[in-house]
């Protein structure tokens, strides 16, 4: 499971593993039957793996289902995500968070958003492309690489690991879990999906993905 301690800020960048971002296109997003614009930001095109998270925590302890150096860290909790992007923006120097809850579900839509296709969730055939679940994942933290990304070219939006994102205000002390985990069945993974739990709250399924906002206000 993953602890509070971490490493010193490395001498340089390019001695951290680097999480691959993804630029996500802004675009109209309706939510409760209110519209919303979603500026452009930056995503991971998957979440944090071990090897990363491994950088910031060094007392971090990989678990059983997810052993690997490329493997997803599991058993992060809200603050230990947050600090990560903290930390990681801290050794990059440029704007690391977590993605809004509204930025995550809009990334999880993919293009299907703009133009009212069909979501890519929407059935079994495509979920089972793109989705490790109960049903494919043998009780397993799978990496989402092995399976097919959404229309914004991201992998494990649904299935894999519940995906922490940012609070919708600043002093809320529960955090917002998105987008189900290798746990559930297909037929419950959609990218409405989410949970609340408190910010302390770790899991073998829960993770992170890094965001970055793509236009710096002043």
Partial sequence: MASTAR??????YAHVPRTILWLIPGGDLLLAGRPLRVEPFYLGKWPITNEQFEAFDPDYERSALSPGDRDLA?????????????WYAA????????PTRVEWLYACLGSSVPDDALPWSAT???????????GNSGGQARHPERRDANDFG?????GSVWEWVAPDEEDDDRGTLCGGSFRLEAAELHCELQKRESAAFSADDTGFRVARSFRIRG
Avoid: F, I, N
């Fill in 7 to 12: 490493r010193p800020l490395p001498r340089s």
């Fill in 74 to 86: 599991t058993g992060v909790s809200w603050r230990q995500a947050d600090a990560y992007c903290r």
């Fill in 91 to 98: 050794v990059s120097r440029k704007p690391m968070r977590l």
């Fill in 124 to 134: 079994p055939e495509l979920v089972e492309r793109r989705c490790w679940h109960a």
């Fill in 154 to 158: 991201l992998h494990g939006m649904l």
